[in-house]
């Protein structure tokens, strides 16, 4: 007579091992295919255009180019740059808003960059990646760090006068930094 956990093992190693026969079919077939039959999206980065890409940037500061801003110089540069998508102020517009009122909880949480993003790290790698949308990339070091540091005055996490730069950004600690589950970080907490 089996028991319930020999037939369960059982169970899952034909599941597994149907699962595995359908991946090596479909990876056999696959390679049997002509090229014309692949999808041909984009094209392959040349090593030329891979070191054109801007370093990652992590949330302890790697990656950060040097340079500095402050909310003050952020404004000017936020009001032409960023305003038509986002609003005055971050209030909002067609690219949404970006400073929210602090409710992250709930069934419509706001994931406003004031109130969701752990890290000013990444707010600051996505807008010089992104941001702004008519021309994504174009802002400089100085001009990233400046808007960044509007946005977060705005939000109320640093003063006005601040400056941002590589050394200080990664110190800022923002509100929701443990607001998240971290899965695949060795030494951080799981709740």
């Given at each position: 007579?089996?028991?319930p956990d020999a037939l369960r093992w059982r169970t899952h190693r034909a599941v597994f091992a149907a699962a595995l026969?359908?991946?090596l079919a479909s990876s056999a077939w696959a390679a049997s295919q002509p090229t014309a039959a692949v999808?041909?999206?984009?094209q392959p980065l040349s090593s030329g255009d891979l070191a054109k890409l801007p370093p990652s940037i992590f949330p302890d500061g790697r990656g950060l180019p040097i340079g500095r801003g402050t909310a003050r110089?952020?404004?000017?540069?936020?009001?032409?740059?960023?305003?038509?998508?986002?609003g005055p102020k971050g209030t909002g517009g067609s690219g949404g808003h970006l400073i929210g009122d602090g409710a992250i909880t709930g069934p419509d949480p706001d994931p406003a960059t004031n109130t969701y993003w752990p890290y000013a790290t990444t707010l600051f790698d996505f807008n010089r990646r992104a941001m702004p949308m008519t021309a994504p990339g174009s802002l400089t070091a100085d001009q990233t760090y400046a808007v960044t540091a509007y946005l977060l005055n705005l939000?109320?996490?640093i003063g006005a006068d601040a400056e941002l730069n590589?050394?200080?950004?990664?110190q800022v600690r923002m509100p929701n930094r443990d607001g998240f589950d971290w899965i695949d970080v060795p030494g951080k907490r799981r709740r």
């Open positions: 007579m089996s028991t026969a359908c991946l999808p041909r999206l984009g110089e952020g404004a000017a540069i936020y009001d032409a740059q960023c305003a038509a998508c986002h939000g109320g996490i590589e050394r200080t950004l990664p």
